[in-house]
C-alpha cells in the first residue's frame, strides 16, 4: 500500500469514498437499449416501399426485401456493403445520402486519435508544487492532462505516490489546473437538451474524475415517516443535497432525482418516497463543475492519507517553475478505445476529440479538434462533404453517409499499427459491447460493429467475414425511424447474417 500504512479500519472507509463499481465506465446513454433481445417475432415481411438497391445480383435479391420490412417505409436508409480491401461495392442502397449516423461517430473519432496520436499515446494527471521543503507546499496543484481515465483509483494512487515522495502538508490551496483544455466544458450541441442529467451527457474537462459523474446511494430512513438516506460518492461537499423525499411503512418505491447546476456545484433534488424495507437504489447523474469536483475529492483523498491542507479547494494555474511531486498515466490510448467504442462512452470521445486539439491543434477546444479531424478525413481518408459536429455522436448535427463511413472503415482495414487496436475495439456480436446479444447464432468474431442510436436514428457499422473468409465492410444508417426501434435491429441483424453467410463473386 506504500506510505499510506492504512490499517484495517481505514481502508475500508478510503474504498467506500473513491471506488467506484467496475461498470461505472459503461456509460448507459444512446446505445443502451440495443442491449435488450429482440421483440417477439410478427409480421414484419414487405412493406409498400419498393426498395432498389445496386450490387452483385444475388446479393441485391437477399437484401432489397430486408430494407423494405413492414413498418419502416418512410424511415431514410445509406447502406455501403463491400470488400473491406477495396474495389466496387457489392451492395449499395442511397450509400451517399448523408445522414445522422448518432454513435457511429465514434467510428470517426477514434480512427482519427489512433492514427495521429497513435496507440501508445498516454495521458497524465500530475500533482505539481512550487517547492517541498521538509515535507511541506506552500501550494499543491493539480495539473490535468484530460486523461478520460481518470477515476478514484487513479486519484488514491496518485496520493499515495505524493506521500511517497513526502509530501506531508499543504499550507494554502489545493489548486487545479484545466489549460490543458480550457475553461468550456460542454461539447458541442449537448446545450440542445440542457435538462438532460444522465451521465451519458457529462460534461469534459482536462481534470476529470469518474467521467465526470457522481454515484448518488438513495436509502429508506429508520422509521416510517423519516427522511431517506441520500449519499454519494465521492463523499465530498461538492453535491448540494435538497432531500424532501420519506420513507414509508409500506408500498412502491416511487423516487425521483434530479441533478440541477446550482452556482458552482450541482445539486441533487430528491423527492417521492420508499418503503422502510427496500433495499435503496444507486444511480448515476453527471456533475457540472468538473475541476471542483476533481479538487475536492482530492483534498478528500489527501485527508485520509494524513496529509493536512490548510486552504481551500479552488481553479487557478500552476506556476511554470515547479517540482513535480507524483503523476499518473492512464492505460494506452489503443486500450482505452475499447470504452470508446464498444461502451459507447460519448466522455471518453469528446475527451479525445478535445486531446487532438490540444496535441496537434495548437489548443484543447472543440473547435481546434473538429479541425484536426476534418483535416485527417479530407486529407487521409479522402472524404468529401460531410458534417463533425463533436466527438461522440450525442445530439449536434453531424451526417456522414454510409459510403463515407464504410471508406474510412476500408482505409483503417490498410492502417498499422492502428487496425488491430481499431478493429480489436468495435463491440463482438453476441460477445460483448452494445451488441452484446444480438445476432448470437453467429461464430464469434464474425461481426465487429459499432451501433448508434438516438430518438429516430439506428446505425450500425463496422467489419464482416464473408462465408469465403474474405474480410468486408458495412455501414448501415436508418434515420427518422417511426416505429418501434426493434424492427430496425432485427432487419440490420438479418442482413448481418445473410452477409455472414454470402461468397462475394470475383471482381
Known amino acids: 500500500m506504500g506510505s499510506l500504512r ?16 467496475a461498470a461505472v465506465h459503461a456509460q448507459d446513454g444512446e446505445d443502451a437499449p440495443e442491449e435488450e433481445p429482440a421483440a417477439p417475432a410478427d409480421d414484419d415481411g414487405p412493406g409498400e416501399g419498393g426498395r432498389k438497391g445496386e450490387g452483385q445480383p444475388d446479393l441485391v435479391a437477399l437484401l432489397d426485401p430486408l430494407l423494405d420490412a413492414k413498418g419502416l417505409e418512410k424511415a431514410r436508409m445509406s447502406v455501403f456493403i463491400g470488400r473491406a480491401d ?14 445522422h449516423p448518432a454513435s457511429n461517430t465514434k467510428l470517426v473519432t477514434t480512427a482519427a486519435a489512433l492514427h495521429i ?33 481518470f477515476v478514484g483509483e487513479s486519484l488514491w494512487k496518485l496520493v499515495d505516490d505524493a506521500r511517497d515522495a513526502g509530501l506531508r502538508r499543504v499550507k494554502g490551496d489545493v489548486v487545479v ?13 449537448y446545450d440542445k437538451k440542457p435538462d438532460d442529467d444522465a451521465s451519458y451527457r457529462a460534461a469534459t474537462g482536462a481534470a476529470s474524475l469518474n467521467f465526470n459523474s457522481i454515484v448518488v446511494r ?36 416511487r423516487i425521483s432525482l434530479t441533478a440541477r447546476e446550482f452556482k458552482d456545484r450541482t445539486k441533487l433534488i430528491v423527492r417521492g418516497r420508499i418503503p422502510l424495507k427496500h433495499a435503496g437504489l444507486t444511480v448515476r447523474r453527471r456533475i457540472d463543475n468538473p475541476p471542483l469536483f476533481t479538487g475536492l475529492a482530492l483534498a478528500a483523498a489527501l485527508k485520509d492519507a494524513g496529509i493536512k491542507v490548510g486552504g481551500k479547494v479552488r481553479v487557478g494555474s500552476a506556476p511554470e517553475k515547479r517540482r513535480l511531486v507524483a503523476r499518473h498515466y492512464s492505460p494506452a490510448l489503443g486500450k482505452l478505445v475499447d470504452d470508446v467504442n464498444k461502451l459507447s462512452n460519448n466522455f471518453m470521445a469528446e475527451h479525445l476529440l478535445r486531446t487532438l486539439g490540444a496535441e496537434k491543434g495548437g489548443a484543447g477546444g472543440f473547435d481546434e479538434g473538429r479541425r484536426i479531424v476534418s483535416d485527417f478525413l479530407k486529407k487521409d481518408v479522402g472524404l468529401g462533404k460531410f458534417t463533425y459536429s463533436n466527438g461522440s455522436g450525442l445530439f449536434g448535427e453531424t451526417a456522414f ?31 460483448d459491447g452494445t451488441l452484446r446479444r444480438r445476432l448470437r447464432k453467429l461464430p464469434a468474431g464474425q461481426i465487429r460493429a459499432k451501433t448508434g442510436t438516438l430518438d429516430g436514428v439506428i ?3 463496422g467489419y464482416v467475414e464473408f462465408a469465403d473468409g474474405t474480410p468486408g465492410v458495412f455501414s448501415i444508417l436508418v434515420n427518422d425511424v417511426k416505429e418501434a426501434p426493434w424492427k430496425v435491429w432485427r432487419m440490420q441483424d438479418k442482413i448481418l447474417e445473410a452477409l455472414a453467410g454470402y461468397r462475394p463473386r470475383p471482381g
Open 117 to 149: 496520436l497513435g496507440p501508445a499515446h498516454t495521458f497524465h494527471t500530475d500533482l505539481v508544487a512550487a517547492s517541498l521543503d521538509d515535507g511541506v507546499a506552500d501550494r499543491l496543484y493539480l495539473v490535468g492532462g484530460g486523461d478520460p481515465f
Open 401 to 431: 453517409s454510409a459510403r463515407q463511413l464504410a471508406t474510412l472503415l476500408r482505409y483503417m482495414h490498410t492502417r498499422r499499427p492502428a487496425l488491430p487496436e481499431y478493429a480489436a475495439s468495435l463491440a463482438i456480436a453476441g460477445v
Open 177 to 189: 489546473d484545466e489549460s490543458y483544455f480550457g475553461p468550456v466544458h460542454l461539447p458541442p450541441g
Open 459 to 461: 446505425c450500425i457499422s
Open 218 to 253: 438513495i436509502e429508506p430512513g429508520a422509521r416510517p415517516g423519516a427522511p431517506v438516506r441520500v449519499s454519494t460518492r465521492p463523499d465530498t461537499a461538492y453535491a448540494l443535497i435538497d432531500n424532501e423525499a420519506t420513507t414509508t411503512d409500506g408500498g412502491k418505491e
Open 6 to 21: 492504512l490499517d484495517a479500519l481505514r481502508l475500508p472507509a478510503l474504498l467506500a469514498l473513491f471506488l467506484l463499481p
Open 86 to 99: 477495396g474495389g466496387d461495392p457489392l451492395y449499395t442502397y442511397q450509400a451517399d445520402e448523408a445522414l
